[in-house]
C-alpha cells in the first residue's frame, strides 16, 4: 500500500465513487485506477466500495479510511509544501466567514504585511460551512468563523465576542430601540443569510430555542443585499451588528431587540487538529488574538 494508492482512492471518492470519472480526471485509464482500489481492499481484508446496479458505493469502513486518507495527504501536502519551500517566507492560506472576511481580516493582513512583509498571504472568503470544508481538504491551514465549528477533528479556540441585532423598516412600526414580543417578532417577514453560514446558524438556534421557526421570504449570502431589502420595507433581518451601525445610526434602518432571545456569538479560529502550524501561521494567530481584545468594545464603523 502507497501514497499514490491513497490519493487514487480519494480521487474515486471525489468524483462520486465513479473509477470512469476518477481516472479522466488523473489521466489514467480506469482498469488501473480499478485495480489499485481492488489493491487496497485486498491488502486490507475489507471491501471499500460495495456495487448497486452499475454504481458503486462506499462502505462504512470505506468512510473511515477516506478519513484517514484525507488526513494523511494533508499532513503529506504540508510536508512538501514546507521542505520544498525551506528556503523562502511561504505562503499562509487563510480562510475566513463573511463578517470576520470584510470587517476584520484586512486589517489583520495589513498589520501582518506590516511586520513580516515578505510572507504572502492567500485570503478566501466564504460560508462558515465552505471554510471548513476547505480546511478539511487542506486547501487552507486556518480560518476565522462566526457561530459554532462543527468538525470533531478540528481545533477551536473562541477568540472574540459578537452579536447579531435585529433590523426593521425606518418606516415600519416599530420604532428605533422598541422591545417587541416574541410573537410579535415571529409573524415578521423575514429577510436571512443563506443556511450553512454562521449568521443564519446563530438566529436558527435562538429561534429554535423561543420555540419557533422561520421561512424567509428573502435569503442572501450578503448582509449588504439583506440591509438593503430592509431599508426597501421588505421585512425584517437579523444581521451582524458590526456591519449596520451607519445604516442605524444614519436612521436608514430601526434596531430593536426581542424580549427573552439572545442573538450573541463567538467569532473562533479554527484548523484540522492534524495541521502543522508554521511560526507564520503562529505569529498571524496571534496577532489576530491581540487585535481581539483592543477591538472587543470598539465600533469598527
Known sequence: M????????????????????????????????????????????????????????????????????????????DMERELRNWDSFGVLRVGASVTIGSQFLPGYVKEFYRRYPNTQVKVSIGSSDRIENAIRENELDFGLIEGIPHAPDFTAEEYMDDHLTVICPAQGSFPCGAEISIDEFRRQPFLLRENGSGTREVFDQAAQAAGFSVSPIWEATSTAALVNAVISGLGIAVVPYRMVQQPIRRGLVHAVTVRGMDFSRKFHIIYHKDKFLTDSAKHFLELCRAAAKNTASSPLL
Request: hydrophobic share 40%.
Open 2 to 77: 502507497t501514497l499514490r494508492h491513497i490519493k487514487l482512492f480519494l480521487s474515486v471518492c471525489n468524483h462520486d465513487c465513479n473509477t470512469t470519472k476518477a481516472a479522466c480526471a488523473l489521466h489514467m485509464t480506469q482498469p488501473a485506477v480499478s485495480l489499485a482500489i481492488k489493491e487496497l481492499e485486498e491488502y486490507y481484508g475489507v471491501r471499500f466500495f460495495e456495487r448497486m446496479g452499475k454504481k458503486l458505493k462506499i462502505t462504512s469502513v470505506g468512510l473511515r479510511f477516506q478519513e484517514y486518507a484525507l488526513r494523511i495527504c494533508g499532513l503529506f501536502d
